[in-house]
């Protein structure tokens, strides 16, 4: 099936700095992108749609300019979270859809 | 809008035992209904689809049927192995689920015993 790479896999940060997560497809060319964010224990949210050449488009609540989305090539979309705090500690899942969607490994953040 | 509900877990179950996790939902139109397993510290992977009605999605011994006329999507798998512990989602995707965002229930955490 389609692979969907992530990167990276999990990143410890100091609160108050950026950090960018990667979101490859493989083997195939994704026009868009989905970024999900996973509380312990709870569904996966959707934070915001990716689109290849233009803006993305964010979830009610979502703040982009604390999580900026980057789709710059049909194989590649990024996610900065600018800014870090604790609270932004969270496993984030990217996904990208070829007839169905195929999810990346995820990345667990932690802010200290 | 569109929704998914998923029983609560934890399902705890010993090895052998069948299993059924439920999954109804609410939607407009006609979506495609999914199930998802997320193994501890991984990423979602695609475990079986129904795209319309009366659809028998199936893999590893997991099959779900996609009933309109009770908006479920229940898993069900006759014999679990210890391997088959994870979470468990339940999501649907409207227009055909190609290149939608998802929704997806809270999830249920399965944890079999030997």
């Known amino acids: 099936g389609a692979v969907v790479s992530q990167h990276p896999s999990w990143v410890i940060c100091k609160s108050g700095t950026s950090v960018k997560i990667e979101c490859r497809s493989l083997?195939?060319?994704?026009?868009?992108m989905f970024w999900y964010r996973q509380f312990p224990k709870q569904s996966l949210m959707l934070m915001a749609t990716?689109?290849?050449?233009?803006?993305?488009?964010?979830e009610q609540g979502v703040e982009k300019d604390k999580f900026l989305i980057n789709h710059a090539s049909l194989t590649l979309s990024t996610l900065t979270v600018t800014s870090a705090h604790p609270e932004d500690s969270s496993f984030y899942i990217c996904?990208?859809?070829?007839?169905?969607?195929?999810f990346g490994q995820g990345t667990r953040l932690t802010v200290v | 809008g569109n929704s998914v509900t998923q029983m609560e877990g934890p399902v705890t179950l010993s090895e052998e035992a069948f299993l059924t996790i439920n999954c109804t939902y609410t939607?407009?139109?006609?979506?495609?209904l999914f199930w998802y397993v997320q193994y501890p510290g991984e990423g979602l992977q695609l475990l079986l689809k129904?795209?319309?009605?009366?659809d028998k999605g199936s893999n590893k011994g997991f099959e779900a049927t996609y009933r309109k006329e009770t908006t479920s999507f229940h898993l069900e798998k006759g014999s679990v192995q210890v391997s088959d512990s994870a979470v468990y989602f339940c999501?649907?995707?409207?227009?055909?689920?190609?290149?939608?965002?998802?929704?997806f229930g809270a999830g249920t955490r399965l944890a079999v015993h030997p």
């Open positions: 996904s990208a859809n070829t007839g169905y969607a195929f």
């Open positions: 083997d195939f060319q994704a026009t868009t």
């Open positions: 990716s689109n290849e050449g233009s803006k993305a488009t964010y």
């Open positions: 939607a407009t139109g006609y979506p495609s």
């Open positions: 129904a795209t319309k009605a009366d």
């Open positions: 999501a649907l995707s409207d227009a055909g689920g190609g290149y939608n965002k998802l929704i």
